[in-house]
């Protein structure tokens, strides 16, 4: 006898606690778990070069993640994260620096003084959509950067705070990029549980109802002006974290780290790795971050020398346009399409 060639061809629940679940199939669940170990064994056997570059690209997923939770899943348009990441990264080095705050007090509040200064800024959103809401955005970049440069006192002005301390937690010091590279991952897998999970929640699908039809939310009874500023909130506490451990990553903040080309670059993140998906600003955050090294590493093997900064931006930009051209919903799209042909194989449908 032949046996039985058995595959999976659906998804089948019987509870609710089961169609709920985060990974719904066994397939699911054991690509987490490699992957999962896949990032602590890269932790033991990288080089410092390359732990540097997965630190940077692990906090711009941090970020770009927070971004995703305000324009991906609620539909509110911002460019002004640079500034956003300003607010966490100087509320966090004033604090330990300045005042000596322990890590584990000043990663948090980083969070909490971004997320307020969000929901003020977002309050405009109760009123203006589209074009206007990205200049109420704009506005807000630009006044945080006016205090950032001004409030000399707080912030070191055009200077900036040096030596920033690294994070410590209780007897752990991440003071080198193989232990921060396991802070990093922890947060980042945190933030990613914690979003994944807001999404199942009632906040979470009022969010998607707000971005999918606002009009509609509010007349089923979904208050538009407490979810709008609490996406604005949400959206800029997770952005807080994010530019507190580039700034303790950094060891030194100063303006010019939280400018408008950064805010573009990170709704960059969120378009290419693909809007309203959690995956996607990882995907995003990699390859912005990984697009430079790779285009300077193909420079040097073929002309000797590095690529310039303007063929550098002009290749950025048209990466931009060619995912708006040919895959709109991003790197989540393509990965989502190659495990459903996989899932699907041999079968056309």
Known sequence: MLGTWRRETGVFHTSYAADMALRTTPLARARLVLLLAAALAFGDVAGRYELSVVNQVGIAALGALGLNILVGFTGQISVAQGAFLGVGA????????????????????????TAAVGGIFGIPSLRLKGLYLVIATLAAQVVIEWFIVHLVPITGGSQGIF?????????????????YYFLTLASLALAVIGTANLFRTRVGRAFIAIRDQDIAASVVG???????????AVSSFVVGVAGALQAHHDTVVSPEKFDILVSIEYLAMVIIGGLGTVSGSIYGAAFIRLLPIFLSTVARGLFGGAINVATRE????????????????GLAKLWHDVKDYFRLWPFKY
Do not use: H
Request: cysteine-free; overall charge positive.
């Open 222 to 232: 979904i208050d538009l002006v407490r979810y709008k500023i609490l996406a604005f």
């Open 90 to 113: 100087y509320t966090s080095a004033y604090l330990t620096t300045r005042l000596g705050v322990p890590f584990w007090f000043a990663l948090p509040a980083a969070g909490l003084v």
């Open 314 to 329: 002009a290749i950025f930009g048209a990466a931009i346009v060619g995912f708006l051209i040919l895959e709109p919903r």
């Open 163 to 179: 030596g920033i301390p690294a994070p410590t937690l209780g007897p752990l010091v991440f003071d080198n990029e193989r232990a």
